[in-house]
Nanobody, 127 residues
Framework: QAQLVESGGGLVQAGGSVRLSCVVSGGTFSSSAMGWFRQAPGKERAFVAAISRSGATTDYADSVKGRFTTSRDNAKNTVYLQMNSLKPEDTAVYYC????????????????????WGQGTQVTVSS
């Protein structure tokens, strides 16, 4: 059973930057596509970013394109989410997720495609 642990959240001013990390243990990280989702109070969990198991392909929600970047280091079993130009509406609990993938370039954008989730890390952006 894979275990995912996020870190790096916190309080940041609007316009600032935060980098989230997600370390995966107990599974085959290099065979997993990874995703980032977020959930604000009273809202459903929403897609933020995804990366294929090779790291060759990525996708982003329109609301974060040009501001957020996801990357991975398969040697460290870690996926990252670099968040720049943060806005108050980015405030949410951020979750990383893993999905076994047979394709080195495939990624997934819906929560239902992911079988493993981290506990989440809070990011609060003050105006």
């Amino acid at each position: 059973q894979a275990q995912l642990v996020e870190s790096g959240g916190g309080l940041v001013q609007a316009g600032g930057s935060v980098r989230l990390s997600c370390v995966v243990s107990g599974g085959t990280f290099s065979s997993s596509a990874m995703g980032w989702f977020r959930q604000a109070p009273g809202k459903e969990r929403a897609f933020v970013a995804a990366i294929s198991r090779s790291g060759a392909t990525t996708d982003y929600a329109d609301s974060v394109k040009g501001r957020f970047t996801t990357s991975r280091d398969n040697a460290k079993n870690t996926v990252y989410l670099q968040m720049n130009s943060l806005k108050p509406e980015d405030t949410a609990v951020y979750y990383c997720a893993a999905a076994y993938s047979v394709s080195s370039r495939r990624y997934y954008t819906t929560p239902y495609e992911y079988g493993y989730w981290g506990q989440g890390t809070q990011v609060t952006v003050s105006s």
